[in-house]
């Protein structure tokens, strides 16, 4: 981080470090010619002078199975998984607006806007506040089902990001255990394509971009993505964003959007103890290429917030690298990770080659030996500064994030002992 600029309005700007022809040599010539085309028809190719076996002619592939690359030649077979999809941004559009609390075990009917066509996933915020009990919210539809939260007492309020599998019947069920205010904002749907410019997913490593103390530094950050490493290229249509805060004994939230009149998007965290007081939350931020994210922290201590991806707009090249494949939460991986050390995990999703993953919307969850971060990263990348979440004793707790993967291989650690459950919520593809 090379400089950190203060307005007088308490809000901190966060920038990145970072001739004449004889007749005889005239009918020489055509013999030459004559020759080389018989040859070449032969399936031999001339090189100077050498003759050399030439390719064997195949006929055209079809437009399924090769493409051509930027300079005109046949480019390698495209590998079509099935499920591929791009990420196309349609929110923060809201489903579901709090109001009046929900009893508990209520289970309530969201009807979809209309999606591109053979959407077969949406990608969800979900948020409950003022919980009646602790337990579980869940999101269902005919495709499967996917716990988006897990609130472990009365008064609880919790927020987190998912991938919810669609139906053909377009509507989603949200089911409270315990009751509460829910809330629920539509981000984007997964439009099945081969290849596409746009709505492609790129993990990146995760690198901070904004570490602030609202005692020093106001409430107010902003975030310049001109000046951030990953993104000086362009090409990109939203930032993925994995947040860290010191929430304070009262408890607190974080608000980003394209400006402080548009903070459309919220984390909300419980109140803690003095002890246990980290809690982490992803967000993935349409932005303007080249432009900035607003971020408004309100009565917590520290807040970070890590880069860990984006996803790409239509100036981006035309690819199948970053398409995501959306699975059912089915393949859940467990490990055991003693304290102060990482365990290799690799993550496995129905119909997805190992070669082609090369990173996932991953669902963990982890109940610690004591309290401790919990840590996920990609096994060639060193392991974040900030926690993805804290593990508590007793109780699992639970987030998503994006990380990069090698063939589905991913590190897991664990600060202070703890048993992780992963489960790839949307796989994304590499080359």
């Known amino acids: 981080m090379d400089k950190t600029e203060r307005s007088d309005g308490g809000s901190v700007r966060i920038v990145l470090a970072e001739g004449e022809q004889r007749p005889w040599r005239l009918w020489a010539r055509i013999g030459v010619l004559v020759l080389t085309v018989v040859l070449a028809s032969a399936g031999v190719l001339v090189v ?8 064997k002619v195949k006929a055209p592939p079809s437009t399924l199975d090769a493409r051509a690359n930027v300079a005109g030649s046949a480019a390698p077979a ?13 929110g923060p559009l809201p ?17 979809l806007p209309t999606l591109p066509r053979g959407s077969s996933a949406v990608l969800l915020e979900v948020t409950l506040s003022d919980a009646a009990g602790p337990g579980t919210v869940t999101v269902k539809s005919g495709a499967g089902q996917v716990v988006a939260l897990r609130l472990g007492r009365v008064k609880a309020q919790m927020s987190s990001t998912v991938v919810a599998r669609v139906a053909a019947d377009g509507v989603l069920r949200v089911r409270t255990e315990g009751g509460g205010k829910l809330v629920v904002n539509l981000v984007g ?33 902003t975030v310049d993505l001109s000046a951030v490493p990953a993104l000086r290229g ?3 249509a939203a930032v993925l964003l994995q947040f860290a805060a010191d929430v304070g004994v009262n408890g607190g939230f974080v608000e980003t959007g394209l400006s402080v009149d548009r903070l459309d998007q919220k984390i909300l965290w419980n109140p803690t103890t003095a002890q246990d007081r980290i809690r982490g939350g992803f967000l993935v931020v349409p932005v303007t290429a080249g432009g900035s994210v607003q971020i408004h922290y309100e009565a ?25 494949v959306p699975s059912p939460p089915s393949s859940v991986a ?13 993550l496995a999703a129905d119909g997805v080659p190992a070669d082609r993953m090369a990173g996932a919307f991953v669902g963990i969850t982890a109940t610690g030996d004591a309290l401790g971060a919990v840590t996920v990263h990609a096994p060639d990348a060193a392991a974040p500064a900030n926690p993805t979440l804290v593990a508590a004793v ?21 600060a202070a002992g703890a048993s992780v459950g992963l489960s790839p919520l949307a796989v994304v593809l590499g080359g």
């Open 48 to 55: 100077g002078k050498l003759l050399l076996p030439g390719p």
């Open 78 to 90: 495209v590998r079509v998984v099935p499920g591929q999809a791009r990420l196309v941004l349609l």
């Open 95 to 111: 489903l579901v607006q709090g109001g009046n609390a929900l009893a508990a075990g209520a289970e309530v009917a969201v009807p």
């Open 189 to 221: 749907a997964f439009e099945p394509v081969e290849k596409s410019t746009s709505g492609r997913v790129v993990p990146v490593p995760a690198t901070q971009v904004v570490k602030l103390v609202p005692h020093t530094d106001g409430k107010f950050a």
């Open 234 to 236: 362009g090409g990109y």
């Open 300 to 324: 917590g201590n520290v807040l970070t917030a890590d880069l860990v991806g984006y996803v790409t707009d239509g100036t981006a090249p035309d690819s199948d690298t970053g398409l995501v």
């Open 334 to 346: 467990e490990v055991r990770v003693e304290s102060g050390q990482e365990a290799l995990v690799t």
């Open 394 to 414: 007793g109780a699992a707790r639970q987030s998503v994030t994006l990380v990069a993967t090698a063939k589905g291989a991913l590190r897991v650690g664990s």
